[in-house]
């Protein structure tokens, strides 16, 4: 029989939101660029993502091939060929395996997952929600241990027992409540055609991408993302009967950009649209800073630990 940890019950609620690139794994994956020579002439050149967070806003000595956005991060979305985002995971879990420094924020999603607590990835890339998801898959099975794995499964079917109502005998196999379980997560790439759509379906967004510059939108995107995961965790406490519930959610990212427009977006709208909720924003493009810098933290409550 397996195991149901039902003392989840007394835990508070705190989810996360994660961007992936240089925050849980330093993924291969390089931007096609071109930067401006002494002697005038433009020079092709591979970015990895630390660098072009440096460099972006930076249109005098850097410019995409022949101005084209879409062919510098053509290795940031999905491909016929090749899965790109699932196998530059797996090449960046390999470098792990072999003593290279993870991100940040990797063993914050180890233990977010282990406890079996919603989450969400947030990245500036092009790929569909399914290959993130396939990738958080592949974070599971090569770095939870077995025991951290069974630990997850007593986890998820705590929570299933208490917030679905799911009782002894009638839990689906490891599999299908794993399935579930990140059914419930959220997986945004910023830049997928899908994403995009649904963003500038929104009527509040549409005001701010007509009038939001090209260098601005990759943020404004963020914004979009985090709000849809608040939005659902809010409505899935409000149908568990657990609104009343201490709640916190935490964002973290390494590009100082994005920091500063969430943090701004934070105060300005979401600590004020979900006041029972803590927000906390962590910085972590200081690498050596091993779990990021606090520089946010709005809502009402004060939980200890977060």
């Known amino acids: 029989m397996s195991y149901v940890n039902t003392a989840v019950a007394s835990r508070d609620f705190k989810y996360y939101i994660f961007d992936w690139d240089d925050n849980i ?21 591979d970015l990895s993502t630390a660098t072009f967070a440096l460099v972006r806003s930076d ?3 850097y410019r995409p091939p022949g101005g084209d956005w879409q062919e510098a991060f053509r290795n940031f979305e999905d491909s016929p060929k090749r899965d790109n985002f699932l196998e530059d995971t797996r090449a960046a879990l390999a470098r792990i395996a072999a003593g290279e420094k993870p991100g940040p ?33 592949l974070f599971i099975d090569s770095v939870l241990t077995d025991e951290e794995k069974a630990e997850m499964m007593s986890n998820l079917r705590g929570y299933r027992q208490w917030l ?7 839990f ?14 959220r997986y945004s790439a910023v830049t997928y055609e899908g994403f995009k759509r649904r963003m500038a379906a929104d009527p509040i967004y549409q005001e701010k991408l007509a009038v939001a510059s090209t260098s601005a939108k990759p943020e404004l995107a963020k914004e979009f993302a985090i709000r849809d995961f608040v939005e659902h965790v809010f409505h899935m406490l409000r149908r568990s009967g657990n609104l009343g519930r201490a709640v916190s959610i935490g964002f973290s990212d390494d590009d100082k950009g994005n920091v500063k ?10 600590s004020k649209r979900f006041e029972g909720i803590k927000f906390v924003v962590y910085d972590t493009s200081d690498r050596s800073l091993s779990k990021g810098r606090k520089v946010c933290v709005s809502g009402q409550l004060n939980l200890p630990g977060f």
């Open 261 to 270: 427009s969430v943090s701004s977006y934070i105060r300005s709208e979401l």
């Open 59 to 61: 249109g005098v000595n």
């Open 105 to 137: 924020s990797f063993n914050a999603l180890r233990k977010t997952l282990r406890e079996g607590r919603l989450f969400a990835i947030v990245t500036a890339r092009g790929h569909s929600p399914d290959a993130l998801k396939r990738a958080v898959r």
């Open 164 to 170: 679905d109502g799911v009782g002894d005998g009638e």
């Open 25 to 45: 794994l330093h993924m291969p994956t390089k931007i096609r660029m071109e930067r401006l020579e002494k002697d005038g002439s433009w020079r092709p050149v």
């Open 172 to 185: 689906g196999t490891d599999a299908e409540e794993l399935d579930y379980y990140l059914s419930m997560c």
